[in-house]
């Protein structure tokens, strides 16, 4: 049982830590408030789990989970799925934004060239 209770040392000083790193980063605007929420909400998860590790159990036992263990493994996973999922959006997002700029430029290199003419035309 010490390495359990080292382990769940190990979660409240690392939760907190990364709570106060993202308050850090979302004070000086290197971060959006959606994802300060996101990463604030698990810091806080992490936090409870690691100080009251019934909850886990208990949470576990609700979708007939036997073992700790294997909870907060599918747990990690669904939060990768879920994390992977948004950069993805976020990305596609970025894609549509960078696509829309570079026809813009295109459009005005387009009109600055055509105007140079003109004017040399003239």
């Not at 390495?3 to 979660?11: E, H, I, Q, R, T």
């Not at 806080?44 to 590790?53: G, K, N, Q, T």
């Not at 576990?60 to 879920?82: K, P």
């Amino acid at each position: 049982m010490n390495f359990a209770g080292g382990l769940f040392a190990v979660g409240f000083i690392t939760a907190v830590v990364f709570a106060l790193l993202t308050l850090y980063l979302f004070i000086k605007e290197r971060m959006t408030i959606q994802q300060f929420l996101l990463w604030e909400c698990v810091s806080v998860i992490v936090l409870i789990s690691s100080l009251f590790p019934r909850v886990l159990e208990w949470t576990a036992g609700l979708i007939g989970i036997t073992q700790r263990g294997i909870f907060v493994l599918a747990i990690g996973i669904l939060g990768a799925y879920i994390l992977i999922y948004t950069l993805g959006v976020y990305q596609r997002r970025n894609d549509q934004m960078i696509r829309r700029l570079n026809q813009e430029i295109a459009l005005l290199r387009y009109q600055i060239e055509h105007s140079s003419l003109k004017e040399d035309e003239n």
